[in-house]
């Protein structure tokens, strides 16, 4: 389920642009529907009492996202510290990670190197089509992949998607975006 809010500001704008575009292209390209991805734009790094964890406003309320073998891939953005801002325009690294099963995403397929396959299939959409989004690094070692996050969460995770054919990485992208733009649907 590609997972969008109403009310955006910001840079939920460009954010949610890019989500729902790439959303569109991987369930077509990874042969995935509303039940087995789960996208979501940018979620909240929130205190929990052992850490940090992403947490998205989901019914009414913040969840902790969390990856687990029900689904096929799990998307979300995060963001990085500093923005830098020049005059009504700022400049801001957001990690959109992924957690996806191999087996799923790629099936059928007798190459060894899914993960690389899968990576790329992200990177090369931003490259085509990512509305403004530059690629600045890609992570894909899962202790850096959620380096933004710490606790019980981060070992949760860290131990559903360390071994293969699960697989998680960040891209780490820019986007110079209007910060005093506000949308209200």
Same mark, same amino acid.
């Given at each position: 389920?590609?997972?969008?809010?109403?009310?955006?500001?910001?840079?939920?704008?460009?954010?949610?642009?890019?989500?729902?575009?790439?959303?569109?292209?991987?369930?077509?390209?990874?042969?995935?529907?509303?039940?087995?991805?789960?996208?979501?734009?940018?979620?909240?790094? !929130?205190? #929990?009492? /052992?850490?940090?964890?992403?947490?998205?406003?989901?019914?009414?309320?913040? +969840?902790?996202?969390? =990856?687990? %073998?029900?689904?096929?891939?799990?998307?979300?953005?995060?963001?990085?510290?500093?923005?830098?801002?020049?005059?009504?325009?700022?400049?801001?690294?957001?990690?959109?990670?992924?957690?996806?099963?191999?087996?799923?995403?790629?099936?059928?397929?007798?190459?060894?190197?899914?993960?690389?396959?899968?990576? !790329?299939? #992200?990177? /090369?959409?931003?490259?085509?089509?990512?509305?403004?989004?530059?690629?600045? +690094?890609?992570?894909? =070692?899962? %202790?850096?992949?959620?380096?933004?996050?710490?606790?019980?969460?981060?070992?949760?995770?860290?131990?559903?998607?360390?071994?293969?054919?699960?697989?998680?990485?960040?891209?780490?992208?820019?986007?110079?975006?209007?910060?005093?733009?506000?949308?209200?649907?």
């Amino acid at each position: 389920m590609n997972n969008t809010i109403s009310i955006l500001s910001g840079i939920d704008q460009p954010i949610q642009k890019l989500q729902s575009n790439l959303y569109a292209y991987l369930i077509n390209k990874w042969g995935l529907n509303d039940n087995t991805y789960s996208a979501y734009g940018r979620c909240y790094r !929130n205190k #929990v009492t /052992d850490g940090f964890r992403p947490e998205a406003f989901i019914g009414g309320d913040y +969840k902790a996202l969390v =990856y687990d %073998d029900t689904i096929s891939a799990l998307s979300f953005f995060g963001l990085v510290d500093p923005e830098t801002s020049v005059q009504g325009y700022s400049n801001e690294t957001v990690a959109l990670i992924f957690c996806i099963d191999l087996s799923k995403v790629k099936p059928n397929n007798d190459n060894q190197m899914l993960d690389e396959q899968a990576m !790329n299939d #992200v990177i /090369d959409f931003i490259n085509r089509s990512g509305n403004g989004f530059t690629l600045k +690094k890609k992570y894909r =070692y899962v %202790d850096h992949v959620f380096d933004l996050y710490s606790g019980q969460w981060k070992k949760d995770m860290m131990d559903r998607v360390s071994k293969y054919p699960k697989f998680c990485f960040r891209l780490d992208l820019t986007v110079p975006y209007n910060s005093s733009l506000n949308q209200y649907c």
